[in-house]
């Protein structure tokens, strides 16, 4: 019985998550001496089957076509379905990224699978059932989800695990994978898409993050943040303050009603740190607060704070990095 | 036709760093309960949409009595009817067996066009009701609405926001949406909204209300997942290193020092 690993994309490009969670799947079968099996759908895809296979899978099951070319949660979810026909995993894992969360719980659901979704933590318990650990009450409380029966299923965060070097020598099979669509599975009509792609680093995977809130007072106030962010190869965040004041867009808020955060240094400036922030990024590694007022709760978190103005502090620090990184 | 939220009663986000992990489940958790904030953009969505395609506003909740309360800011909103989901035979459900509740009691309401939720629960965090509703009653299912932009009684099109953009996609009515907090501000109940909601009767809704639910589906039994070592997260062992200097350019460049030691940059 086979692990089976969901390799989301963006047009044939997988996303790192999807590498990262092959990675540790690549550990937990060498553990279940089973098979690792790679699956994807979409267009255009043998670029990613061979990446599959140099990030671990031995096997990679494609369910490549027009019909597949637009996300389409139905007819992804068909696909999906095959897949686990195909492949008889005892654990399926896929990355937690939007569309993937709703093929992976619309597929579990109609095939009456245990999913643990969101998780930050996977190990084996000594049968070979999946522990999977994931926060609960927005962070604040951690459990370990274990499984009733077989397959076992989880999603999991970006950034969960470390990427795994690929291994160019690897070799392994690509199956084209068939999948018959019925009429409820070609429902969706895709009218448009707007991609908000600009080359910019998303929030989510992101290994720095330059982040703004009500300090920064207004959309002009994130140029200083953006000039740091390019310096470090950072991704810019936001507070919902931020957001809802129109300063920014909504795919940079981080928080409980935004995004879930896990970079190595997260740089908070002019951001109170109120709870609901913090539950977004209180996994970072190492938190800067950048604050005027020295008793804002951001410093109860941040391993170092400077009290000051924002505007004069991110761009000296934007010109100190510059000298010392020679950039 | 009806537009139908589910909703569900929540710790205010200010206390769920009071919750105490072995409190979980215990169906008491000490602080205070509120309706899951990002259920209120689904109300609010549904009462915006009901002035576009008439129809009536009905929430449901499933949970324990105190769920009522859940309800009563929905009425209050400017819902017209609610049911409350209540008995000891649904405790333990996991999202698979929630969900076949509330399918089926949305199934009893009927004549249902648009099931709305929200995009995820603050204290289970799954998000994963909204979409097992569509898998049980074989509905289209779309996520992250950041915009109705068309409904008719046939058809709904939608804003939806993935990853690495914004996609414009329409499915036939009935259909399952969950919101995400771009789609709208939800109002303030009014006085009046708030005194309708006090007034309003709530009657359990329970197992044998429901005849077509299938009880091997619900409770603990049949759960296939089980939350087990349930922990406060490690503390950040930080204590705040405040950085001196009489520049701007003197903390920028003792804080760089620190981060390139710490190997973050």
Same mark, same amino acid.
């Given at each position: 019985?086979?692990?089976?690993?969901?390799?989301?994309?963006?047009?044939?490009?997988?996303?790192?998550?999807?590498?990262?969670i092959m990675g540790k799947a690549r550990e937990l079968a060498n553990e279940l001496a089973a098979?690792?099996?790679? +699956?994807?759908?979409?267009?255009?895809?043998d670029g990613l089957a061979a990446d599959a296979i140099a990030f671990g899978a031995d096997r990679?099951?494609?369910?490549?076509?027009?019909?597949?070319?637009?996300?389409?949660?139905?007819?992804?979810?068909?696909?999906?379905?095959?897949?686990?026909?195909?492949?008889?995993?005892?654990?399926?894992?896929?990355?937690?990224?939007?569309?993937? &969360?709703?093929?992976?719980?619309?597929?579990?659901?109609?095939?009456?699978?245990?999913?643990?979704?969101?998780?930050?933590?996977?190990?084996?318990?000594?049968?070979?059932?999946?522990?999977?650990?994931?926060?609960? +009450?927005?962070?604040?409380?951690?459990?370990?989800?274990?499984?009733?029966?077989?397959?076992?299923? #989880?999603?999991?965060?970006? &950034?969960?695990?470390?990427?795994?070097?690929?291994?160019?020598?690897?070799?392994?099979?690509?199956?084209?994978?068939?999948?018959?669509?019925?009429?409820?599975?070609?429902?969706?009509?895709?009218?448009?898409?707007?991609?908000?792609?600009?080359?910019?680093?998303?929030?989510?995977?992101?290994?720095?993050?330059?982040?703004?809130?009500?300090?920064?007072?207004?959309?002009?106030?994130?140029?200083?943040?953006?000039?740091?962010?390019?310096?470090?190869?950072?991704?810019?965040?936001?507070?919902?303050?931020?957001?809802?004041?129109?300063?920014?867009?909504?795919?940079?808020?981080?928080?409980?009603?935004?995004?879930?955060?896990?970079?190595?240094?997260?740089? #908070?400036?002019?951001?109170?740190?109120?709870?609901?922030?913090?539950?977004?990024?209180?996994?970072?590694?190492?938190?800067?607060?950048?604050?005027?007022?020295?008793? #804002?709760?951001?410093?109860?978190?941040?391993?170092?704070?400077?009290?000051?103005?924002?505007?004069?502090?991110?761009?000296?620090?934007?010109?100190?990095?510059?000298? &010392?990184?020679?950039? | 036709?009806?537009?139908?939220?589910?909703?569900?009663?929540?710790?205010?986000?200010?206390?769920?760093?009071?919750?105490?992990?072995?409190?979980?489940?215990?169906?008491? =958790?000490?602080?205070?309960?509120?309706?899951?904030?990002?259920?209120?953009?689904?109300?609010?969505?549904? =009462?915006?949409?009901?002035?576009?395609?008439?129809?009536?506003?009905?929430?449901?909740?499933?949970?324990?009595?105190?769920?009522?309360?859940? =309800?009563?800011?929905?009425?209050?909103?400017?819902?017209?009817?609610?049911?409350?989901?209540?008995?000891?035979?649904?405790?333990?459900?996991?999202?698979?067996?929630?969900?076949?509740?509330?399918?089926?009691?949305?199934?009893?309401?009927?004549?249902?066009?648009?099931?709305?939720?929200?995009?995820?629960?603050?204290?289970?965090?799954?998000?994963?009701?909204?979409?097992?509703?569509?898998?049980?009653?074989?509905?289209?299912?779309?996520?992250?609405?950041?915009?109705?932009?068309?409904?008719?009684?046939?058809?709904?099109?939608?804003?939806?926001?993935?990853?690495?953009?914004?996609?414009?996609?329409?499915?036939?009515?009935?259909?399952?949406?969950?919101?995400?907090?771009?789609?709208?501000?939800?109002?303030?109940?009014?006085?009046?909204?708030?005194?309708?909601?006090?007034?309003?009767?709530?009657?359990?809704?329970?197992?044998?209300?429901?005849?077509?639910?299938?009880?091997?589906?619900?409770?603990?039994?049949?759960?296939?997942?089980?939350?087990?070592?349930?922990?406060?997260?490690?503390?950040?062992?930080?204590?705040?290193?405040?950085?001196?200097?009489?520049?701007?350019?003197?903390?920028?460049?003792? =804080?760089?020092?620190?981060?390139?030691?710490?190997?973050?940059?």
């Open positions: 019985m086979s692990i089976l690993v969901y390799i989301d994309h963006f047009q044939g490009v997988g996303k790192p998550v999807s590498w990262e098979p690792l099996v790679g +699956f994807a759908v979409g267009q255009h895809l990679v099951l494609v369910a490549d076509g027009p019909a597949f070319a637009q996300f389409r949660a139905a007819a992804y979810t068909a696909a999906l379905k095959a897949a686990i026909a195909a492949a008889g995993p005892r654990i399926i894992l896929a990355p937690a990224t939007a569309g993937v &969360r709703d093929v992976t719980a619309l597929a579990a659901c109609e095939l009456g699978i245990g999913l643990a979704p969101d998780c930050q933590g996977l190990a084996l318990d000594g049968a070979g059932n999946l522990l999977a650990d994931r926060p609960i +009450f927005s962070g604040n409380i951690i459990t370990t989800v274990t499984f009733r029966g077989q397959p076992q299923m #989880a999603t999991v965060r970006p &950034r969960s695990f470390p990427l795994p070097a690929r291994a160019e020598a690897r070799s392994g099979e690509i199956v084209p994978l068939e999948v018959v669509l019925d009429a409820r599975a070609t429902q969706e009509e895709i009218l448009a898409f707007e991609t908000t792609q600009t080359g910019e680093i998303s929030v989510e995977n992101a290994n720095i993050i330059v982040s703004g809130g009500r300090g920064v007072k207004g959309p002009e106030g994130f140029a200083p943040l953006r000039e740091l962010a390019k310096t470090l190869g950072a991704a810019v965040g936001a507070s919902r303050a931020a957001v809802d004041a129109g300063w920014i867009p909504y795919p940079h808020q981080v928080g409980q009603t935004g995004k879930s955060v896990r970079p190595d240094l997260y740089i #908070a400036c002019g951001i109170s740190g109120a709870i609901q922030h913090l539950a977004g990024m209180s996994n970072s590694k190492v938190i800067v607060a950048i604050n005027k007022d020295q008793d #804002a709760p951001i410093f109860g978190v941040a391993q170092y704070g400077i009290v000051g103005d924002l505007f004069e502090i991110v761009p000296a620090l934007n010109a100190a990095f510059q000298a &010392r990184l020679g950039r | 036709m009806k537009y139908i939220v589910c909703v569900k009663l929540t710790p205010d986000t200010e206390q769920l760093v009071e919750v105490r992990p072995e409190d979980v489940g215990s169906g008491d =958790l000490g602080v205070t309960m509120v309706l899951n904030p990002w259920d209120e953009f689904a109300v609010e969505e549904a =009462l915006q949409l009901q002035e576009r395609v008439e129809g009536e506003v009905v929430a449901i909740t499933l949970g324990n009595e105190d769920s009522v309360e859940a =309800l009563k800011r929905a009425v209050a909103m400017g819902v017209e009817s609610a049911v409350l989901l209540s008995d000891p035979a649904f405790d333990g459900s996991d999202a698979w067996g929630a969900a076949a509740i509330l399918a089926e009691a949305i199934k009893q309401q009927g004549d249902y066009g648009l099931i709305l939720t929200g995009r995820q629960s603050v204290d289970g965090n799954s998000g994963l009701v909204g979409p097992a509703i569509a898998a049980k009653l074989g509905l289209p299912y779309v996520s992250q609405v950041a915009k109705v932009v068309d409904l008719t009684e046939e058809a709904i099109t939608v804003r939806r926001a993935l990853d690495e953009g914004v996609q414009t996609v329409r499915v036939p009515l009935p259909a399952v949406i969950s919101v995400s907090k771009e789609i709208n501000e939800p109002r303030y109940p009014n006085f009046m909204g708030i005194k309708k909601a006090a007034r309003m009767k709530y009657p359990a809704v329970g197992a044998d209300d429901l005849p077509g639910l299938d009880r091997g589906q619900i409770g603990a039994g049949p759960a296939l997942v089980e939350w087990t070592n349930l922990r406060k997260p490690p503390a950040r062992k930080s204590k705040c290193q405040f950085i001196a200097g009489a520049t701007a350019a003197e903390k920028a460049a003792a =804080l760089v020092d620190k981060l390139i030691a710490e190997k973050v940059v």
